[in-house]
């Protein structure tokens, strides 16, 4: 991996998807601009964000959308540290294709390598990639009136936390259109707010 340090994030959310809104980014570092479209981008507000990123892999990607062939170098982030972030100073909508509809193309990973740090942040984690229970959960909690309205989207322990207005963090790694269902649900219907520096989602 390569680490870098005093990176910047440029990130822009895509709202005409018909998977539902995504967030890309353009990330600037001192040896090039790259595209970013990982999945953990979907939990961020649009804005500029400062930080230390953790690059796995950097490969040239080509898809065709909107009547025109694209050729972008993309960088896939294995972490990343906010350090602080602001609006963006121009703000606008464009047209960018879903990453979940895109084909996976051959990447060519990085060749430097640095480990990025232990994670500070407490894990709030609640989802697994099943959408049920793990093994010893809370199965016993009193959840009828919300059990069963997300349609597996929610489990036992999730819904426990939020009872509790506990933070959470969520899996970014599970399918790309579930962390977007679960990031949703969180922000809109429970009234949580994602705090980029800690990637942890918090209780209002």
């Not at 942040?121 to 793990?134: C, E």
């Not at 997300?150 to 322990?157: F, S, V």
């Not at 936390?161 to 649900?185: H, M, S």
Request: proline residues 5%.
């Amino acid at each position: 991996m390569i680490r870098i340090d005093g990176a910047q994030l440029r990130v822009k959310r895509i709202r005409q998807s018909r998977n539902g809104a995504f967030c890309v980014a353009d990330l600037s570092t001192a040896f090039g601009e790259f595209k970013v479209k990982d999945p953990l981008l979907d939990q961020f507000e649009e804005g500029e964000y400062q930080a230390t990123v953790w690059i796995s892999e950097i490969y040239l990607s080509q898809y065709i959308a909107f009547g025109k062939g694209v050729t972008e170098i993309r960088a896939r982030l294995h972490d990343l540290q906010v350090e602080s972030q602001a609006e963006l100073s121009t703000a606008h909508e464009q047209a960018e294709p879903d990453p979940i509809d895109e084909q996976r193309p051959e990447r060519v990973a990085a060749s430097k390598k640095s480990v990025p740090p232990p994670s500070t942040a407490k894990d709030f984690s609640h989802f697994n990639k099943g959408g049920k229970p793990p093994s010893g959960s809370l199965d016993s909690v009193p959840l009828e009136s919300t059990q069963g309205e997300h349609d597996g989207l929610l489990d036992a322990e999730m819904l426990h936390a939020i009872a509790n207005r506990d933070p959470i963090k969520l899996d970014a790694t599970v399918e790309r259109a579930l962390l977007r269902r679960q990031a949703a649900e969180l922000g809109q219907r429970h009234g949580y707010r994602f705090d980029a520096k800690q990637q942890i989602w918090f209780a209002q």
